[in-house]
């Protein structure tokens, strides 16, 4: 599989979740493609889907309540094209860590307290290798020192209460990607870092896409980090996206006013003097309820830029001539 070619498809995907208050529509017709080698930062503040998306991918979402009520997933690995939606569960078991790796956010909850890091690293192995015990042993080792970790076959027999925050961090990328999967999900690494362990996580997750040579889908709300590490970015709101571009025409000309609202609230350094007092910029009102979406553009209500035909029907995600995609009928006024 070579750079052009397509690796993950998600066409109009709609997950929902139906409980004693009604449908939550958490997912809501997201469509976009991950390709080998590069990296898709899936961006958004805290209840705008991303993380279900992945899970969706992933088909990791508690079902009941949670249900994949629409779209289409598929994987292109090994030469087959594998319908993530229609797969059954034990398929899904042999995909998952194999072909699609994931990394969850906090890797304290997702480690196994009760088991060795290099036993949770050799599982992955057991499940879809054909190796022995010693070779399993070895490739363990040699996983963990890949990801950086120090005296690796000390470390092996070490349980995940006596590594720090970052060393965990590093232990859940050797479990993701001991098999060498085709793409990984990577859903908040460095939210509960600080910013030198972050930086260290960043780069080595650069350099182990370049070696496996994997797409990478990189969930955070973060927009520094996704300045760092993305090749493309999709900006989702309310379940939607709104906006996706390459991450420099994203930077330099954010076109949905969404998406220009979240790089204004970004820390900036100033030269000189220091910024004035309330510089920071916040965007008011909250991320509406998925039991009840507003009518039409569902950022309206927090838009400065809104009018009143924008809450009478759904913006269609339209292209510029730029190739930056954009929901928003005001896309060609609003211009930087």
């Not at 750079?3 to 809501?28: I, N, Q, R, W, Y």
């Not at 034990?90 to 290099?118: D, K």
């Not at 900006?235 to 991450?247: C, N, P, Q, S, W």
């Amino acid at each position: 599989m070579n750079a052009g070619e397509t690796l993950l498809e998600v066409e109009e995907l709609c997950t929902s979740f139906f409980t004693d208050e009604g449908e939550a529509k958490a997912v809501d017709g997201v469509s976009f493609t991950v390709r080998p080698g590069e990296t898709l930062a899936l961006v958004g503040e805290s209840g705008s889907g991303k993380s279900v998306t992945a899970l969706s991918i992933m088909r990791l979402f508690p079902s009941p309540p949670g249900r994949i009520v629409g779209g289409r997933l598929r994987l292109h690995w090994n030469g087959v094209v594998h319908d993530l939606v229609a797969a059954s569960e034990p398929r899904m078991r042999r995909l998952r860590g194999s072909a699609i790796s994931m990394i969850f956010q906090e890797p304290m909850t997702s480690l196994n307290p009760l088991l060795t890091v290099g036993e949770q690293v050799a599982e992955v192995l057991r499940a879809h290798t054909d190796l022995g015990r010693r070779a399993i042993a070895r490739r363990t080792v040699e996983m963990l020192d890949r990801v950086g970790i120090a005296a690796p076959e000390r470390r092996a027999h070490d349980y995940p209460h006596h590594l720090s925050g970052g060393m965990r961090q590093r232990v859940m990328i050797a479990v993701a990607l001991v098999c060498a999967p085709a793409l990984l999900i990577a859903d908040e690494p460095t939210t509960a870092l600080d910013v030198t362990i972050q930086g260290q996580v960043l780069e080595l997750m650069r350099g182990l896409r370049a070696e496996f040579g994997m797409g990478l889908l990189f969930i955070t709300h973060n927009l520094g980090v996704v300045a760092e590490i993305a090749d493309r970015v999709a900006v989702m709101y309310a379940g939607r996206l709104v906006e996706t571009a390459d991450v420099l025409a994203l930077f330099d000309h954010p076109r949905h006013p969404y998406t220009a609202a979240l790089l204004r609230s970004l820390p900036r350094l100033c030269r000189g003097e220091a910024a004035p007092a309330g510089a920071l910029e916040a965007i008011p009102g909250q991320i509406p309820s998925p039991f009840e979406r507003p009518p039409g553009c569902p950022f309206a209500p927090r838009c400065g830029f809104a009018r009143p035909r924008c809450t009478e029907t759904v913006p269609p995600l339209e292209v510029t001539p730029g190739g930056q995609a954009v929901r928003c009928i005001r896309r060609r006024e609003i211009v930087p």
